[in-house]
């Protein structure tokens, strides 16, 4: 399968293992950028239950003055609707953690999206079950810890459970459905769960299936019925396939709503958050690493996405705090990579405004590497 439009996911884990000397620590990289094999076993498995306890990251030492660059503001109005867009549970605490507290705390309505389940990180389902060889079921129970945990974690940031869509399209295969299964005649399967549509009670529609078309329907639905004043998604140039590709995937759905409803759909502001990019967000370095850069690093829409202003939020002591205690939810994420969790622990968070040329170009320009997708 050809994947000329990234600049690798191995590629993710220098960049990622730059940023963590750079800053001072040690971790290689997320590990779920790196594609494992599967392996079936039919050995008894044990019961991915309740996680032993383990130490939450720890919040970064303070820094002079608040974000690493120079950026605007962001000014969070009363009574806003904020839609978040997370590819997995821990994205949206990561990235966002703060904001969604402030809209909260200012008396408004969040909804956040996880796209996946996050079932298919090999190396936290080996952490999880002690052992090399993996079975399908082995992920299918993680993604159900991974929900569980990011229903823990919101409820931190002042969420409930009813505040929260899980749609159950595919960990690590997103980027599938937008370039290689977009008709439901030809569904993708999941190597890791070897499923091809959600298989999770929660998922917000289990006749789905993965398929483009498919996800695209149901990020469609979700933006006209939630009726968002803003929207939160991963930037299209973060170098996780997962993200930049969900990022994609939002910015059609929202071209879509604009040109059928105009009146309903024209004022929506879009915010963008970065995960997964060289040198975020230990070092000043990474504003460098975005000159240029199109979807998922690639020089599609590369131009036009340099343009983006960004912005910054500074968080109070309180607003941190509970980040980190949320964090600290996603016990099977902190067990295996703490030291890159932790780097998101700042007193600030930073996110790119996406105007009407992003947001009408970026799919088209996206799509047109595809064309054989329909």
Known sequence: MTRSHYTGRVAVVAVAALACVLCGQTLA?????????????TAARPHLGEAAPVEPPRIAPPQAGSPIFSSRELVVPTGLRLLVFAPHPDDETLAAGGLIQRVTARQGAVRVVFVTNGDGYVDGVRSEVRRTA???????????????EAVRALDHLGLHASDTLFLGFPDDGIDDLWAGH????????????QVDRPPYVESRNPKAEYAGADLQTEIDRVVRDFAPQWILMPDPRDRH???CTTGVFVLEALRRLRHEQPLAFTQVRVLTYLVHSPDYPASPAWMKGLVGAG????????????TTPWFSLALAPPELEAKQNAVSEYHSQVQVMKTFLAQFMRPFELFSE????????????YAARFRHRR
């Open 182 to 193: 977009w008709s439901r005649n030809r569904p993708y399967r999941s190597p890791h769960t």
């Open 241 to 243: 396939p997962d993200h």
């Open 29 to 41: 990289a997320d590990p779920r950028t790196v594609p494992q094999p599967r392996q079936e076993d």
């Open 295 to 306: 979807v998922g690093g690639s020089g599609t829409a590369g131009p036009l996405l340099s």
């Open 134 to 148: 993996t079975s399908r079921s082995d992920f299918l129970e993680y993604g159900k810890r991974r929900h569980l």
């Open 354 to 365: 996406l105007g009407e040329p992003q947001i009408v170009v970026v799919p088209e320009e």
